[in-house]
Each structure stands twice: as structure tokens, then as C-alpha cells.
């Protein structure tokens, strides 16, 4: 009898569902020529399929008004970490750094936020 119980922890341990964590922003750059403005973004989530993944990330300044956003259409499943662009950022041209946030389904915001200089 004892050993079923080990058995069956067992089976139960090696077959529970991961659980994703929330995003996490890797690295970024953001690049201003007069005030026309990009951003290369590269984040990390351990996507387990379309119920959990990392579905965009967005651009704030430091008093928190959002800039831009960028909508990730699917899981990354495979793809760790994984870099995207948005290049229709509109930034003033006295702001000298922003922040980059990422979202997730299930999370929503609540990684890190990394501060980023506005190169011009």
C-alpha cells in the first residue's frame, strides 16, 4: 500500500501542468530621427499556448502615459526570447527616456518595466 502512494505522487508530479510566469523584458532600444521614432523589444515568457502568452508589450513615459503598443498575434512557444518591432512611435522630443512594459493573458502587467534612453 505504501508504495502506491509513492507511485501515484509520483505520476502526479511529473505530469502537473507548467505554469508560465509573468514577462519579462529582456532588452529594448528606442530610436528617435526628429519625431519619428522605433522600438526593438525583447522579451522572455515561458508561453504555453494560446490561454498563456505574452500578447503585447507597450511603451510609457516616466510618468506612465503610453507612447505606443505592440500586439504580439500569437504564443512564442518556441521562440525564447524573442525580439519585435513597433515603428510608429510618436515621442516628444524633450522626453529623454521611456519605459518598456510587457503584458501577458493571464498576468497582465506585472514583470518588469525597463527604462530605456530615447537615442536621437
Known sequence: MLKVR???????????????GEVTVVKAEVKCQEE???????????????K?????????????????RRVLAHPHV???P???GLY????PADTEYV??????SQHEYGGNRLKVKVER
Open 6 to 20: 509513492h507511485l501515484t505522487l509520483a505520476v502526479f508530479v511529473l505530469t502537473a501542468p507548467v505554469q508560465a
Open 36 to 50: 519619428r521614432c522605433s522600438a526593438k523589444v525583447t522579451l522572455k515568457h515561458e508561453d504555453t499556448g494560446w
Open 52 to 68: 498563456h502568452y505574452a500578447n503585447h508589450w507597450r511603451v510609457l513615459t516616466l510618468e506612465g502615459e503610453e507612447l505606443g
Open 78 to 80: 518556441d521562440e525564447q
Open 82 to 84: 524573442f525580439t519585435r
Open 88 to 91: 510608429t512611435l510618436k515621442i
Open 99 to 104: 519605459l518598456i512594459e510587457g503584458h501577458d
